[in-house]
């Protein structure tokens, strides 16, 4: 029998920061004989408050170096309001697949709802461009959809703070929406949103199914990989057997020796360093 193909190439993800951490965590878990290349553009979040049109930018940037510096073989944006404002133009512009974070988050939510009222929530950005709203209308679920734009979570994660009494006051303000609606399923629309699981969970209660695109994004990765050999455009194959130790590597935009601390915190012992983008300050 010919041996499966091979492709050692790493697979490329960027997030305005912290937050993609979160979908790096499951693609580790779940593909743990991959090599990973993550840029934190830290230097520049958030994302959420600036126009789409400059976050496609920056997203156009990252991606540029990810598949020309580091010779990706996959895409992952795992970045909510960047997916948002550039995820069509860079699966046009790129050689190699795109993947998003919103598809496989909706996928998760209309599968999680027995009530069919569901909600998203996620940064002014994200909302404001109903990226998605069109997902779950296009899946054609029956559902009731509830949107809420949650400004600041980003920053209390971004410093580290996700458990403050500061952020659960917030929370119980700008869930307050979803609340009224009486949602029981909450799609975690920001990839920073996770780290504040257990606020969220306090302020709409344990009886409403808290939904993280992380794991779909990562399974989706997977199905894609075992789907036999590449046509154009797409990855060929997963790196090496189950038996291989992938590694990772992380890029900071902004302050290293800050992204290395936190971001060890909220990843695990995956993020032993972190290197400068060479666009940082």
């Known amino acids: 029998m010919t041996p499966p193909a091979v492709d050692d190439r790493p697979i490329g993800m960027f997030d305005s920061g912290f937050g993609g951490?979160?979908?790096a965590r499951a693609f580790?878990?779940?593909l743990p004989a991959e090599d990973l290349v993550?840029?934190?553009d830290t230097g520049r979040y958030p994302y959420g408050p600036r126009s789409l049109g400059e976050v496609a930018g920056f997203a156009h940037e990252i991606a540029r170096f990810l598949v020309d510096e580091h010779d990706v073989k996959l895409l992952v944006?795992?970045?909510n309001t960047a997916a948002a404002a550039a995820l069509e133009a860079l699966r046009d512009e790129l050689d190699v697949p795109v993947m998003g974070v919103i598809d496989p988050g909706v996928r998760s939510l209309v599968r999680a709802t027995d009530s069919g009222h569901v909600g998203v929530i996620g940064t002014v950005?994200?909302?404001r461009s109903g990226a998605y709203q069109r997902a779950v209308a296009a899946s054609g679920a029956a559902v009731?959809?509830?949107v809420a734009a949650c400004p600041g979570f980003v920053e209390f994660v971004e410093r580290g703070e996700t458990g403050s009494d500061q952020v659960h006051v917030l929370a119980e303000r700008l869930l307050a929406p979803v609340i009224e609606a009486k949602v029981d399923a909450l799609l975690l629309g920001c990839t920073h949103y996770p780290f504040l699981a257990r606020t969220i969970t306090d302020v709409v209660g344990r009886d409403v199914v808290l939904v993280s695109s992380a794991?779909?994004?990562a399974f989706e990765a997977l199905a894609m990989f075992g789907g036999g050999p590449a046509a154009q455009g797409e990855p060929a194959a997963l790196a090496a057997s189950p038996d291989r130790v992938g590694t990772h590597r992380f890029?900071?935009?902004?302050?290293v020796d800050r992204f290395q601390e936190l971001g060890a915190r909220l990843l695990g012992p995956e993020l032993g360093s972190a290197e400068r983008a060479p666009w940082g300050g």
């Open 77 to 79: 944006v795992a970045c």
């Open 21 to 23: 951490l979160t979908v």
């Open 38 to 40: 993550y840029v934190g």
């Open 28 to 30: 580790i878990d779940l």
């Open 125 to 127: 950005g994200t909302v």
């Open 251 to 255: 890029i900071s935009s902004g302050d």
């Open 144 to 146: 009731d959809l509830t």
């Open 215 to 217: 794991e779909e994004t």
